[in-house]
DNA sequence: AACAGTCTCAACCGCCTCGAG
DNA sequence: TCTCGAGGCGGTTGAGACTGT
């Protein structure tokens, strides 16, 4: 049993949108509002099914829509989005204010799933490739500098994986450089080099929640075998990045990083007591705060994001779902819900290069 | 200049969800 | 509870642009 096709009609267009109807489009949205897409395009004047009508409004004609370059911290949220919600493009859409999901996924298909596998990281799963260990790349490959190795491994239909460390790799791809090796400048750079060069803060940034999710596992680990110090802290050396962090494009992310990470909290802001009784050194207040802040549902949280810009994000809503599903007074609960999901997802970076931090 | 290969992204397709009746 | 339909979502396509030879 097949559902029946919705843009059925005779003499109904396709393709490529004419000036003229998304004047029309757009003249009739204005004085009528949104909705009822199905009867539009007759009150309106076109030969469009509704459907088309509104995806032509809403992932290009809608006024507050923002088009262009991403921004590198705009890269960070998808990346880090995705690793925590796959292809829940509606969903990353909405932590991005005025980009569409078409947009986040075109980008994302035609741009940073190539930076991840160039990385040497599995875009799907964000775990490092199989093949990283491959002995069959060509040993030249090693050595391509970022203006050749975008078109030649893109354009590539067998794109070769990187055998590489992460942390190499982006020496490797990201250092702009010309073909004899001498930097190129900016002016002389295309777009494309000059996302590549902005990329290489969205890897650096990575790198660094790799580390953190590594310390904090590792800490995890040993206090489930109850070899952990009560006054261990395994949040200074992250956080203390964090603070020594000069490139002010991250600061929108380090602040969602922050708050979305209770054990960051502690370090961060010292003046704060931690309550070191307990077995992680996890101050309570923080960690409630915490689950305040993201357990909730999504939908409730849409104004929220809207007026915090991108707001506080729920790249950990999974774990934060699940473990706010919890009592918080139930610690124990509380604390084995959030340990389970770092040490379900901590596992793919045990092959990162942290030297670089 | 011409051609071929590749990339980009707007638009389409078909399935899913959810609310109304 | 079931059916229906509108709207939403994610995957895919293809025309035009771009780049290299």
Not at 35 to 40: L, S
Not at 311 to 328: A, I, K, N
């Amino acid at each position: 049993m097949s559902r029946k096709p919705c843009c059925v009609g005779e003499g109904l267009k396709k393709g490529a949108w004419t000036t003229e109807e998304d004047k029309k489009l757009i003249s009739y949205i204005h004085e009528h509002g949104e909705g009822g897409w199905r009867d539009i395009p007759q009150k309106a004047g076109l030969k469009r099914c509704g459907k088309s009508c509104r995806l032509r409004w809403t992932n290009y004609l809608k006024p507050e829509i923002k088009r262009g370059e991403f921004t590198s911290e705009e890269e960070q949220i998808i990346i880090m989005l995705h690793a925590s919600r796959g292809n829940k493009w509606s969903v990353i859409a909405r932590h991005l204010p005025r980009r569409t999901d078409n947009e986040i996924k075109n980008y994302w298909n035609t741009h940073l799933k190539k930076r991840l596998i160039e990385q040497g990281t599995d875009p799907v799963t964000h775990k490092p490739l199989a093949s990283n260990t491959n002995p069959t790349v060509p040993e030249n490959l090693h050595s391509l500098d970022a203006s050749s190795s975008d078109k030649q491994y893109s354009r590539s239909s067998s794109m070769p994986t990187m055998s590489c460390p992460p942390s190499s790799c982006f020496n490797t791809v990201f250092e702009n450089t010309s073909k004899d090796g001498t930097p190129v400048h900016e002016d002389d750079s295309l777009s494309r080099k000059k996302r590549f060069k902005k990329s290489s803060s969205t890897s650096r940034l990575l790198n660094k929640v790799a580390a953190k999710a590594t310390s904090m596992k590792e800490a995890l680990s040993a206090s489930m075998e109850g070899s952990l110090n009560a006054n261990t802290s395994f949040s200074n050396s992250f956080s203390e990045q964090i603070r020594n962090e000069e490139d002010s494009s991250n600061a929108s992310l380090i602040n969602t990083l922050a708050e979305f990470d209770p054990f960051l909290q502690t370090t961060l802001y010292p003046e704060h007591e931690v309550n070191t009784t307990s077995d992680l050194g996890i101050d309570q207040d923080y960690f409630s705060h915490f689950l305040e802040n993201f357990g909730r549902d999504d939908d409730h949280n849409e104004e929220h994001y809207m007026n915090h810009n991108y707001g506080h994000d729920l790249l950990m809503s999974d774990v934060s779902q699940e473990v706010s599903s919890t009592s918080v007074d139930d610690q124990d609960n509380t604390i084995e819900g959030w340990s389970n999901y770092l040490l379900d997802h901590a596992d793919f970076i045990h092959d990162m290069d942290y030297d670089s931090l």
